[in-house]
């Protein structure tokens, strides 16, 4: 609207963003915080103002750290959606049931939204992104990966004019919290794990993190930016921290490494490999130096070369950081331009086949249960050697004086580059070895 003064020019006034915000837990609290506290600066920065016009919690009763004044608080958030002087909806309740209901039916009534939720998006995103298409609504997400390390634009605009080569992020606070601890301090994995719930770093069931889901639905998400292609969380090879052995941790030092749970995305001649698993990396290398809950996503473009982001990834505030930064966008406009444009999780999107096993290559680390005996390394040699495999360096310490005549040793080898085909199938001989004890563990090496 405008408002005109005698013997002045008129005085254009942007009307007034109003934001349902869905959820006051820990993202949705330090949102609120940010549109609360922050007003003024948040306003210039929009070009108009930001207002809180409403909130919905499952229980209005419970106690909460914020006090959000005198803006609604009620249980009913379809009636929020439903709102009609509402403008956006922001999204931080979780899950990928009542959570996409919630996005659809917003979408439906002619709503832009913010959200947070990884899952949602990892699973359900070429539905959620149709809709806002067909509505012409945008649909916002820099809170889904990295926290308040903004990745999503980095991906979506910065670094649009490249065409991505290769990812290796840490994504998971709570998982490099507890590879922190074990490396830095020899803690056992349960140790550094009831270390991290105690500091709220880690939920108290804590498997979609430490199992490798959280981080598989972020590199979904990460994909579908770098490669336009959409992939299913669930066809991403995936393996957590849950059953590493502080054993391989202190070997990898001994090699020179850090072990890290990384989300690996690599565009080879033969497709995408895609895999989150724990992987070796070299000391002194910036993502062997992340530490404690924070996240780090090194992107190669075949412009820019080699970049590095790196923030905290969790956290009310940070993650509020990246929610507000987007309700900005959604004010200014950038949002809606960015969202007809980039088309994300469209069915026209190319296809990128994944790498098939006999061409990805990699060197290893390979840890074996053996018996004390002579002869048993040249056998294992022997074996790899048959399959291609040549053998970088090697650590056998032996069971001390103390130990049964029996009892098993530990053999470390660090390979070459290798097939990981071949690989597997030396792996499976070896393992039926009488001389082997336990399942030979395997981790790669981010070079």
Known sequence: MTTTRQDEEPLVV???LRIGLLGLGTVGGGAARLLLEQPDRIARRAGRPLRLAAVAVRDRAKPRTIDIGRVPLTNDAFGVVADREIDVIVETIGGTTVARELVLAALAAGKHVVTANKALLAEHGPEIFARAQAAGRAVAFEASVGGGVPIVQALGVALAANQIQSLA???NGTCNFILTRMTGEGLRYADALSEAQRLGYAESDPTLDVDGTDTAHKLAILVQLAFETNIRPSLIARQGIDRLELADLTYAGELGYAVKLLALARLTASGLDLRVAPTLVKRG???AEVRGPYNAIRVVGDAVGDTLFQGRGAGAMPTASAVVADLIDVA???AQATSRVARLWADSQPAHDFAPANTIKSRYYLRFTIADQPGVLGRIAQILGDSGISIASVIQHDSGDD?????????????HHAIQADLESAIAIIDRLDVVHAPTVRMGVED
């Open 169 to 171: 992020a840490i994504l």
């Open 14 to 16: 942007m009307e007034t």
């Open 332 to 334: 200014t406009g950038r």
């Open 285 to 287: 290398e910036p993502l």
């Open 403 to 415: 130990a049964p005549e029996s009892s098993p040793v530990p053999l470390v080898i660090m390979t």
